[in-house]
T-cell receptor, first 112, second 112 residues
Framework: EAQVTQNPRYLITVTGKKLTVTCSQN?????MSWYRQDPGLGLRQIYY???????DKGDVPEGYKVSRKEKRNFPLILESPSPNQTSLYFC???????????FGDGTRLSIL | RKEVEQDPGPFNVPEGATVAFNCTYS??????FFWYRQDCRKEPKLLMS???SGNEDGRFTAQLNRASQYISLLIRDSKLSDSATYLC?????????????FGTGTRLQVTL
């Protein structure tokens, strides 16, 4: 089954404790993105990647890192999480730049 | 001006009604357009792509007006299960690449 898989689905943690949210897709897509969704602000892109070893900042990259060592994986890293990073996070992938995206189920992060 | 704008709603309509949403975009060079549906706390799911000539999928009709820079979604014979948030997505050129930009969504509540 074609899918984007994120883990964990839910995480409650404390300020400053490094965490990684994994994202994997099995559709051989070139493009992958991370978004955060907050009430009233909609989906905002954090980082995106156009291919292996090619990543770039989105609209709200501060406090996040990503890597794309393999085509299928695109982890999101919070080196020192802070409460303002409490949000619902989505990973997404697509094959070409003008194609629609497929989303993962989402990760709900709470930083205390 | 926001790149993609939608009326947040909510639109409260009775079952069986016809309802239409509009979405405006600011970049005239935008190439591709989509409507997504998002249920509460779930991932966005592609509802339909929007083609220049307009397209229909069952009770749903999408239209693109390039001159006025908006896309629309018409839902006929609304069902209770249509209750959701509808996200307008526009592929915005960014130099050598492009970015999918999301509206903040229009909430639809279909009632008995």
């Amino acid at each position: 089954e074609a899918q984007v898989t994120q883990n964990p689905r839910y995480l409650i943690t404390v300020t400053g404790k490094k965490l990684t949210v994994t994202c994997s897709q099995n559709m051989n897509h070139e493009y992958m993105s991370w978004y955060r969704q907050d009430p009233g602000l909609g989906l905002r892109q954090i980082y995106y990647s156009m291919n292996v070893e090619v990543t770039d900042k989105g609209d709200v990259p501060e406090g996040y890192k990503v890597s794309r060592k393999e085509k299928r994986n695109f982890p999101l890293i919070l080196e020192s999480p802070s409460p303002n990073q409490t949000s619902l996070y989505f990973c997404a992938s697509r094959t070409y730049s003008n194609q629609p995206q497929h989303f993962g189920d989402g990760t709900r992060l709470s930083i205390l | 001006r926001k790149e993609v704008e939608q009326d947040p709603g909510p639109f409260n309509v009775p079952e069986g009604a016809t309802v239409a949403f509009n979405c405006t975009y600011s970049n005239s060079a935008s190439q591709s357009f989509f409507w997504y549906r998002q249920d509460c706390r779930k991932e966005p799911k592609l509802l339909m792509s929007v083609y220049s000539s307009g397209n229909e999928d069952g009770r749903f009709t999408a239209q693109l007006n390039r001159a006025s820079q908006y896309i629309s979604l018409l839902i006929r014979d609304s069902k209770l299960s249509d209750s959701a948030t509808y996200l307008c997505v526009v592929n915005v050129p960014t130099g050598t690449a492009s970015k999918l930009t999301f509206g903040t969504g229009t909430r639809l509540q279909v009632t008995l």
